[in-house]
């Protein structure tokens, strides 16, 4: 709980059943991770690289997804009750500082 992963590389991880409840894992590295049954909620997964990782069963309530890659990840039977999709507002005001910089 409450791990601070930020930017960390866990691509090809096996994380099954772990509880990362309130994890920081912003901009981290979970492609193709085994994330079955995982404790998600309330994680910063903000522009985190999930592609084809495998969240079945996970438990995504309340966690922050704002441009999280997602694609080609299993999601069967996970819960992303009130999960933070990607907010347009946010996305812009990134670009906007991204290409000011």
């Known amino acids: 709980r409450d791990a601070h992963l930020m ?3 866990l691509s090809e991880a096996k994380l099954e059943d772990v509880d990362l409840q309130c994890g920081q894992l912003a901009e981290a590295n979970l492609q193709k991770a085994n994330l079955v049954r995982a404790d998600l909620r309330f994680a910063d ?3 985190a690289d999930l592609r084809s990782s495998v969240l079945m ?3 995504l309530r ?3 997804l704002h441009r999280a890659n997602l694609a080609g990840a299993h999601l ?5 009750d009130y999960a933070a999709p990607t907010d347009e507002e ?3 005001a990134e670009d906007f ?3 000011t910089r």
Request: glycine share 4%; no cysteine.
């Open 57 to 59: 069963d996970a438990d």
């Open 7 to 9: 930017k960390a590389n």
């Open 90 to 92: 946010r996305a812009r």
């Open 45 to 47: 997964l903000s522009n």
């Open 97 to 99: 500082t991204t290409r």
């Open 76 to 80: 069967t039977g996970a819960r992303t």
């Open 62 to 64: 309340s966690s922050d």
